[in-house]
């Protein structure tokens, strides 16, 4: 078990505590924060950071010690900023490398796959970039990625998606960092996110299979469970029409845990805390459900839980021992 990197420095493993393991603090678009702050920010850069440390101690003064921040390259992170908010909560950050794409890729990735130029081999761009966070830091700060985050969504492994899958294994292999994905869970995306995992030599082990708590079909949830692979049953709060709600998301967890599979599960909102995709002031995300924040699986998804027959030991397996063991499982082979 190696020490963990998080946003202000190495964290021993059984020192992560209750871990939400698939949040999102900032996601700032990073064309829009350069070149028209005042609509990124709603004000300035200092107003939302102070917004997000407000947000983020509600979080730590539920007794969580840990959240892993699974924004990707290109989905807004900003580091500097993360930092900033860090250090006035206690509470662990885990930065995350990564892409976010449902299929297509900018051109800036386009002409530089794994090839051979000038007779010198080159590895494909996006696997530089994933072990560049890992090993140097993001954005400059020195702040190391801990875990790699990527996506299959409905459109499926197409060869773009393949491609950053494959980056992110070998980036795994190489550092021994742990994978995230994102998946459509309708679509049942993870045992082709497995597949091309096994193939590159991953140990299904070393991955969680994220979103997976979105279906309830227990048939795909067990066969990516019977893997080896952790799923994360993180989307708790997003509650949106068509999908499982909050009964049968808790229903999933508990008749899961019932069949055994409790050390493979980890709990999470998928919220944001401070996004510009949404007005603040008058807040225009009122379509979206008013338990999407990271307080809700202390305040109403454990006491479900609880009502519903799991044990404190079980609920201690999803939310601190998992994560220990899915972070600390970081030697590369
Ligand atoms: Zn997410």
Request: with cysteine; proline share 6%.
């Amino acid at each position: 078990m190696g020490d963990v990197q998080t946003v202000l420095g190495p964290v021993s493993p059984d020192k992560l505590g209750a871990t939400l393991a698939h949040e999102h603090v900032f996601s700032v678009t990073p064309e829009i924060q350069r070149d028209f702050p005042a609509l990124s920010w709603q004000g300035t850069r200092e107003d939302a950071i102070r917004y997000a440390a407000e947000k983020l101690a509600e979080v730590a003064r539920r007794g969580i010690g840990t959240i892993i921040d699974c924004t990707t390259i290109d989905h807004g992170r900003d580091l500097p900023a993360l930092i900033e908010v860090n250090r006035q909560v206690p509470i662990n950050i885990v930065a995350a490398t990564g892409l976010y794409t449902h299929d297509k890729l900018p051109f800036f990735y386009k002409f530089r796959p794994e090839r051979t130029a000038g007779g010198v081999p080159r590895k494909d761009v996006i696997l530089e970039m994933f072990l560049q966070d890992i090993t140097e830091g993001i954005q400059g700060t020195g702040a190391k990625a801990g875990i790699i985050k990527v996506t299959t969504d409905a459109e499926g492994a197409t060869p773009n998606i393949e491609r950053i899958l494959r980056s992110a294994a070998r980036a795994h292999r190489e550092t021994g960092v742990p994978i995230t994905t994102h998946t459509n869970a309708a679509y049942e995306t993870g045992l082709a996110q497995l597949e091309i995992f096994r193939s590159e030599g991953v140990d299904p082990q070393r991955v969680v299979i994220g979103h997976s708590g979105d279906s309830s079909d227990f048939d795909y949830l067990r066969r990516i469970l019977d893997t080896g692979a952790f799923i994360g049953a993180d989307r708790f709060g997003y509650y949106r029409p068509g999908q499982p709600g909050i009964d049968a998301k808790v229903k999933t967890v508990v008749e899961l845990c019932r069949e055994g599979y409790a050390d493979q599960i980890l709990l999470a909102h998928d919220s944001v805390v401070y996004a510009d995709w949404w007005e603040l002031f008058p807040p225009t995300w009122e379509d979206l459900p008013a338990e999407w924040v990271p307080t809700h699986i202390s305040d109403t998804i454990i006491p479900a839980f609880q009502a519903n027959g799991l044990t404190n030991e079980q609920i201690d397996t999803m939310m601190v021992k998992n994560p220990a063991r899915l972070l600390g499982n970081n030697d590369a082979y």
